[in-house]
């Protein structure tokens, strides 16, 4: 009876048409139709004590559902309990819901994931050359699936993972806990996610997704944790989220080096909106590093940034390519955040030794504007390329600079052009008079969005 009245609250299919406008991301929502028909997890002999692993009740409940997929869809429901699995699929017109106190626990033994081949925008694990763990839940090539629920919980157990990358002990890269890969209509929502081995929602080369009202959150002390990280990925919203991880918040990417750039596909079209982030030794809103398949498009707002290491960053290096433009940020708050804005060129990991010297990245038509802090370090901190200066347009900022800071000055800056407007403190001179960049770039960037977002939409 139970099950069958969550159906009726069950997220649905048919992701709706959007305009071609960052904003409108996050304006239309997809349609919301019931799936007409549910199975429980109990059902395929799963036991919620934490102990038993579940991992062939879950393959066989998705197999099973799998024949739901041309009747309208099915939703597997997760009951109140602990749920220890290791890796699994999705499935096409797929609900995944976790009732309120279901907890999906990632196995603690690496076997239990498996391994998967590089992502061909990276060529290699990100961390370990070679192949990589396969994330907790994946979805490969589907359409309409949604991870749902009654903030049910999925908690990935990460110290063991974390143990392993300090102590450089792995032999692959470390998974994560959702990766959906070349998928169209990918919504996750209402969940609590807990202790990413690295990772915890991570799109890749999909289209149209939602991410809405999920909290993430990872110790500190867990190293290179991110939440959430759309890679190569267009239409996408995120709102309405709290995230606190080890290093960056929300991260976009879309490939590194000569892999990404061979690759050729943007992450574009994103909304972000009415979030609040903490990133312990990274970025609550980080761009790249991993950004040689370009990235444009964005709109960003109502951002409130708290006890992070810095607050909105740009990443990008020698060998990326790629650029990063069309990208508006505005209306965020911040507290004791070490480093307000920072953009820097100077992000040097590179896959292997083949990459491309010459491939430069394009920083410009970036604009900043509406942003308080107090008790913040340093306002910002600029370093872009050598005769290939980066571009950004300040507005409207007022930050209490925390007079314990070492630093002698408020701003760094080299190699950057732009302008600014009611700035305080007042910006390095680079920062304050116009900039003719966008004029000197803009054919480099048509070419790109003609060979990279236009063959996706």
Known sequence: MLVALLVLLALGNTIEAVGEDSEEQCRYKPKLDPRPHSVSIVEFGAVGDGKTLNTPAFQNAIFYLNSFADKGGAQLYVPPGKWLT?????????????????????????????????????????????????????????????????????????????DSFISNTSTYSRPHLVEIVESVGVVVSNLTFLNAPAYNIHPVYCSHVLVQNISAYAPSSSPFTIGVVPDSSDHVCIESCNLSMGYDAISLKSGWDEYGITYGRPTALVHIKQVN????????????????????????????????????????????????????????????????????????????????????????????????????????????????????????????????????SSWMCSNVVGSSTNVSPEPCPELKSSSSLSNLHSSSITTFNSQGLASYL
Do not use: C
């Not at 990133?279 to 609550?284: E, F, I, K, N, V």
């Not at 040097?348 to 430069?360: F, G, I, T, V, W």
């Open 86 to 162: 290791g890796s699994f699929n999705l499935t096409s017109h797929l609900t995944l819901f976790l009732e309120k106190d279901a907890v999906i626990l990632g196995s603690q033994v690496p076997s239990q994931w498996g391994i998967t081949d590089a992502l061909p925008s990276y060529g290699r694990g990100i961390e370990v050359p070679g192949s990589r763990y396969r994330s907790l839940i994946n979805g490969y090539n589907l359409r309409d699936v949604v991870i749902t629920g009654n903030n049910g919980t999925i908690d990935g157990q990460g110290s063991f993972w974390w």
């Open 277 to 408: 982030l903490q990133a312990s030794t990274g970025s609550a809103l980080a761009v790249g590093s991993e950004m040689s398949g370009g990235i444009s498009q964005v709109i960003v707002e109502n951002l409130h940034i708290k006890n992070s290491f810095s607050g909105i960053a740009f990443r990008t290096a020698v060998g990326r390519g790629g650029y990063i433009q069309d990208m508006h940020v505005s209306y965020v708050e911040m507290e004791n955040v070490q480093t307000a804005l920072l953009a820097s060129g100077q992000w040097k990991s590179h896959p292997d030794e083949d990459y491309d010297p010459s491939a430069l990245p394009i920083l410009d038509q970036i604009t900043i504007e509406n942003v308080t802090g107090i008790n913040i370090s340093l306002a910002g901190s600029f370093t872009g390329i050598e005769n290939f200066p980066f571009e950004f347009t300040l507005l409207d900022i007022s930050l209490s600079i925390n007079p314990a800071a070492s630093s002698t």
